[in-house]
């Protein structure tokens, strides 16, 4: 069974500061990679999605990716209230299939 | 980002009755789409998934009779919840994909059932 682990959370992050969040995944021959943001009672909205490994960086989104930890990481800098939601981690594994992690609650304190 | 819109954003209907949900992708073609259901406080439960021309591939507990797909187009896919009842009263979410299978997958802005 191909999966997609993120610890559920909450995570509670002061406002101004970086929130780090992370995902881990099972299949090695995953190929792409990406992160949604859902707020409460509304569909998923794609962030950021990676396809190599290191570092990309979009405003003050970082998406991180390391194929060898078969880890991939979220940070957000200059966190701000608005940023409160729940992050979902998505694979699309060796076949195409996407799996998705259960999700990480933010939530940034004013 | 790509644009997915999906049709009605709520809808309540009576036990017995069917319901159809439209997903269309605007600004590109979906050459697969993704049906979700989600109930409050719970993660993203994949339904179906679904390449145009062909028949919806559907996850192990989900009923094909009771929820059937449609997908005869590259910016259409449809939605059919029949014979509903209280217990399939959820938020209903399309997903669209297009291009290559490592493409990004793009969400509609969901659909809020209810059965009375």
């Known amino acids: 069974q191909k999966e997609v682990e993120q610890n559920s959370g909450p995570l509670s992050v002061p406002e101004g500061a970086i929130a780090s969040l992370n995902c881990t995944y099972s299949?090695?021959?995953?190929?792409?990679f990406f992160w949604y943001r859902q707020y409460s009672g509304k569909s998923p909205e794609l962030i950021m999605s990676i396809y190599s490994n290191g570092d990309k960086e979009d405003g003050r989104f970082t998406a991180q990716l390391n194929k060898a930890s078969q880890y991939v990481s979220l940070l957000i800098r200059d966190s701000q209230p608005s940023d409160s939601a729940t992050y979902l981690c998505?694979?699309?594994?060796?076949?195409?299939?996407?799996?998705w992690g259960a999700g990480t609650k933010l939530i940034i304190k004013p | 980002g790509a644009v997915v819109s999906q049709h009605p954003s709520r809808v309540i209907c009576k036990s017995g009755t069917s319901v159809k949900i439209e997903c269309r992708s605007l600004d590109f073609q979906a050459t697969t789409m993704f049906w979700y259901r989600q109930f409050p406080k719970q993660s993203l439960m994949l339904m179906a998934t679904?390449?145009?021309?062909?028949?919806?591939?559907?996850e192990q507990g989900v009923e094909k009779d009771k929820f059937l797909i449609n997908h005869a187009s590259l910016t259409l896919s449809t939605l059919t919840v029949t014979s509903a009842h209280p217990e399939d009263s959820s938020f209903y979410i399309c997903?669209?994909?297009?291009?290559?299978?490592?493409?990004?997958?793009?969400f509609g802005q969901g659909t809020r059932l209810t059965v009375v």
């Open positions: 997903s669209a994909r297009g291009g290559h299978p490592n493409a990004e997958a793009f």
């Open positions: 679904s390449n145009e021309g062909s028949k919806a591939t559907y």
């Open positions: 998505a694979v699309n594994d060796s076949n195409y299939q996407l799996i």
């Open positions: 299949d090695r021959g995953s190929q792409s």
